[in-house]
């Protein structure tokens, strides 16, 4: 069974290396991602944001992330959301997103912006199933971050 709960420190070499996987070096993401985990060590900053793993006893399987923002009017933007390949079509990304959304919720962020590729039909299904609109042309968005925790 998977469970979905909040990301530590000793999660970050297994999230660097799923997306290590689609694009660029573990290295890399382990510097990236650990940044963001822990952002300039403030509770404020560590705060604003919301860090999951889906971790099915074994491995980690999957995260998301996401904070507080400005850009483009929204409260809150989802930063990431990966599934390992071996595992993708199980529910484990809706399971992420509804984590997410009961977090933009639980902060009283409402309205969500993710950045996505238009070409990018996997991710931009799970959003719009999960209730995201087109808004730009590299984005889509919640107008109320409840509609995140429904898949439509």
């Known amino acids: 069974m998977t469970v979905i709960r909040p990301a530590e420190e000793a999660d970050v070499p297994a999230m660097a290396a799923i997306r290590a996987r689609e694009w660029e070096t573990e ?3 382990r510097r990236r991602i650990g940044g963001y985990l822990h952002w300039d060590g403030s509770p ?7 860090f999951f793993v889906a971790d099915d006893g ?3 399987v999957g995260f998301a992330a996401g904070h507080r923002t400005s850009r483009y009017g929204c409260d809150g933007e989802l930063e990431w959301i990966n599934v390992v390949r071996e595992r993708r079509g199980e529910g484990i990304a809706g399971k992420l997103m509804v984590r997410m959304g009961e977090w933009f919720v639980e902060q009283g962020l409402g309205r969500i912006c993710v950045d996505v590729e238009p070409g990018n039909a996997v991710a931009r299904k799970l959003y719009a199933r999960f209730g ?6 590299y984005w889509m968005i919640w107008e109320d971050s409840r509609r995140m925790c429904v898949s439509i």
Request: charged fraction near 20%; aromatic fraction near 16%; proline fraction near 11%.
């Open 58 to 60: 074994a491995t980690v």
């Open 132 to 137: 995201a609109e087109p808004f730009k042309p």
């Open 27 to 29: 290295a890399y993401w």
């Open 44 to 50: 404020e900053a560590h705060a604003a944001r919301g």
